[in-house]
């Protein structure tokens, strides 16, 4: 990292915050704490970059829209996308830590990633756009592995030559030794975002920038409406009996329901923080309830966790492409369910 520094500070203030809520959702998806150490901010280039790159990386190119054309990049180290892969998937710790050392990247992995990858840019995009209201549309761009020496530098690979203003912030992860996750804006969109936040402070009367409301995770997320009801859905009753007398302790408002009825009037009656959706296998057409769900509550902080009897590596990415949360198997564990349940909405 080197060159002349520019004032980018309340443009790091919103990239850290949307790393972090990156994080803790990750943290939520693969069953694991994960957070971030204070960041640092600074120039860099193409060719710097790739001097110090020395294994394997992931490159994900997030395409920005509307008032701010042009691509910026997030990468994460292989061993790191090979452990949250492993994790999301079950995998056991031995073979993943085996992974990790030989840099084995299977087919699992990569569909694994990009779907932790779909997460990482939907806390990307809630905190954008809470600070840029109406002005931001971002997309991924799948993510694909780097191996320097081994791959080609090519005009875009792995990231377009240019400057950049690089973001990086170190992963923290009890048991596990990880790296930094970095982001590279080139310097052009990155002066159209800071020139941006430095407008909107100027229209703040009496406020300086850094004063200004940047999106943090606590704001973006809804937390702002206490979410006091767990919706229950299944259409085996003795099932959703088994769920309330587990959650019973947690305090919450508990609602149970068959899938078969008027779902649109339940959660909007209900306000419900999260939903426990029981089904009956897991195949496409049963995990597409999901979707559903997911359409009625489309502008709602609404979380769900799928509840099963089995749980094979496909379907666990099958449900979290329907917009599942986590995962649950049936019968219930009443210390996984309710580790899982607090990891969403905080302890009882």
């Not at 050392?101 to 939907?122: C, H, K, R, S």
């Not at 609404?302 to 649950?328: K, P, Q």
Request: include cysteine.
């Amino acid at each position: 990292m080197g060159g002349e520094m520019r004032d980018f500070t309340c443009l790091n203030t919103i990239v850290s915050a949307a790393v972090k809520q990156a994080a803790d959702e990750t943290g939520v998806l693969i069953g694991r704490q994960l957070s971030i150490d204070a960041g640092e901010c600074g120039t860099i280039d193409r060719e710097s970059f790739l001097g110090r790159v020395e294994t394997a990386i992931f490159v994900a190119g997030i395409e920005s829209r509307e008032g701010y054309t042009g691509t910026f990049y997030i990468v994460f180290s292989a061993r790191d996308a090979i452990l949250f892969s492993g994790l999301l998937l079950g995998i056991p710790a031995a073979r993943i830590t085996e992974k990790r050392n030989l840099t084995i990247v299977e087919p699992d992995d990569t569909d694994a990633f990009a779907e932790i990858m779909n997460q990482v840019v939907g806390s990307v995009k809630s905190v954008f756009s809470s600070s840029f209201p109406g002005k931001v549309c971002l997309k991924l761009t799948p993510p694909s592995k780097f191996l320097p020496e081994v791959d080609p530098v090519t005009e875009q690979e792995p990231i377009p030559d240019g400057e950049y203003i690089l973001f990086s912030s170190r992963l923290v992860m009890e048991g596990f030794e990880t790296g930094e996750v970095e982001v590279f804006f080139p310097t052009p969109l990155a002066e159209l975002f800071a020139a941006q936040v430095s407008a909107d402070a100027a229209a703040e009367t009496g406020s300086e920038v850094d004063e200004l409301p940047l999106g943090t995770p606590e704001t973006v997320a809804g937390d702002t409406q206490p979410r006091q009801t767990i919706l229950i859905l299944d259409d085996d009753e003795l099932e959703r009996q088994a769920l309330r007398e587990m959650l019973a302790h947690t305090g919450m408002n508990l609602v149970d329901a068959p899938l078969g009825g008027d779902l649109g009037e339940l959660v909007a009656g209900a306000s419900a923080g999260l939903v426990l959706l029981g089904v009956e296998d897991t195949g496409e057409r049963s995990l597409a309830v999901c979707d559903k769900v997911r359409s009625v509550c489309r502008d709602s902080a609404l979380a769900m966790i799928v509840c099963a009897r089995e749980w094979t590596r496909t379907a666990v990415l099958r449900a979290l492409n329907h917009g599942a949360r986590d995962i649950v198997m049936k019968p219930f564990i009443a210390d996984e369910l309710a580790s899982k349940v607090s990891r969403i909405l905080g302890p009882a």
